[in-house]
Each structure stands twice: as C-alpha cells, then as structure tokens.
C-alpha cells in the first residue's frame, strides 16, 4: 500500500529556516508529479509547490515564489521543501502528495490533482 510520510516540520523563528521532507513507501513515485500543499488553522488547503516526474519543471505558490525550493531524488523516492525566510503566515500542517497520473510535463496546482496524500507535518513560525 502506498504511503508518503512527511517530516522535518518543527518551530521556527521568523526569518529562519526548515527543510521538509517526503518518502514514499509501497510504491515508487518517480514517474508521478509531487506536490506540497499547506492548511493553517481555519483556512482551506493551499497549493505551495509541485515538481515534475523528471524534475523538469516545478510550479510555486506566490507567496513563496523565491523564498521555497521543491526538489526531488528519485532513486530513494523522496521529495524535498527547502523554506527559507519564514515567516508566521507561513505557519500551518504541511501535506505531500501524489498525481496518480504519470509522465506529465506540467505539475497540477489544485489539490484535486493529487491521489496520494501524508498525513502532513506542522510548521510553526514564531518568535
């Protein structure tokens, strides 16, 4: 059975750092799209980032464009969220998911893209 666990979350101050991380387990994703998503209390899930099967293209929310880095490494089925300047809006459960599609070239931004989901890891950005 598939499963994406995600870790590296924690509390952070503003203007530092985390680097999120998601393994697959029970099937390999490296033909799939990978996305982050993020959902702060009392708000509706948010696109963050998705990345391409082959890396070749990666898609990012507004409010982290230039901040966040997706990544990916195939052979260990992982997909990395480098988040560098926090800061307290960006405090929230943070989910990895999977498009059950393969081989596309363009990654989804909607959620209802995504098959495949972790059961998310929380960022707290505070001081």
């Known amino acids: 059975q598939a499963a994406l666990v995600e870790s590296g979350g924690g509390l952070v101050q503003p203007g530092g750092s985390l680097r999120l991380s998601c393994a697959a387990s029970?099937?390999?994703?490296?033909?799939?799209?990978m996305g982050w998503f993020r959902q702060a209390p009392g708000k509706e899930r948010e696109f963050v980032a998705a990345i391409t099967w082959s890396s070749g293209s990666s898609n990012y929310a507004e409010s982290v464009k230039g901040r966040f880095t997706i990544s990916r490494d195939n052979p260990k089925n992982t997909v990395y969220l480098q988040m560098n300047s926090l800061n307290p809006e960006d405090t929230a459960v943070y989910y990895c998911?999977?498009?059950?599609?393969?081989?596309?070239?363009?990654?989804?931004?909607?959620?209802?893209?995504?098959?495949?989901w972790g059961q998310g890891t929380q960022v707290t950005v505070s001081s």
């Open positions: 998911a999977a498009d059950s599609r393969l081989w596309r070239h363009i990654p989804g931004i909607t959620a209802g893209e995504y098959e495949y």
């Open positions: 029970g099937h390999t994703f490296n033909r799939n799209t």
